[in-house]
Nanobody, 119 residues
Framework: QVQLVESGGGLVQPGGSLRLSCVAS????????VAWHRQVPGNERELVAGITRGGNTNYADSAKGRFTISRDNAKNTVYLQMNSLKPEDTAVYYCNADLTLPGLRRVSWGQGTQVTVSS
């Protein structure tokens, strides 16, 4: 099972950009599907973007056209490039890694990184 550490969050003005990183320790990271989720206090955690081990991506409607998820398996890292940020993007962003094989399931979550979009 991998351990995940997110970084790259912070305070940014509306219209600005941030790049979040999710670094994994452990083996078989390239076999994991990885996703970014976000959560606002009082709300459920929601999927923002995901990337399969094969590199296929999917996005929440709110992220399409503004966010890009990518992975560098050589660095055990998944990125979330966020552009044209809006105040409603303010949340704690979590990285999630999921390995599903016949007879095996491993799921890991990071501790989260705060993103605040405000002028």
């Amino acid at each position: 099972q991998v351990q995940l550490v997110e970084s790259g969050g912070g305070l940014v003005q509306p219209g600005g950009s941030l790049r979040l990183s999710c670094v994994a320790s452990g083996s078989l990271f390239s076999m994991y599907a990885v996703a970014w989720h976000r959560q606002v206090p009082g709300n459920e955690r929601e999927l923002v973007a995901g990337i399969t081990r094969g590199g296929n991506t999917n996005y929440a409607d709110s992220a399409k056209g503004r966010f890009t998820i990518s992975r560098d398996n050589a660095k055990n890292t998944v990125y979330l490039q966020m552009n044209s940020l809006k105040p409603e993007d303010t949340a704690v962003y979590y990285c999630n890694a999921d390995l599903t094989l016949p007879g095996l399931r491993r799921v890991s979550w990071g501790q989260g990184t705060q993103v605040t979009v405000s002028s």
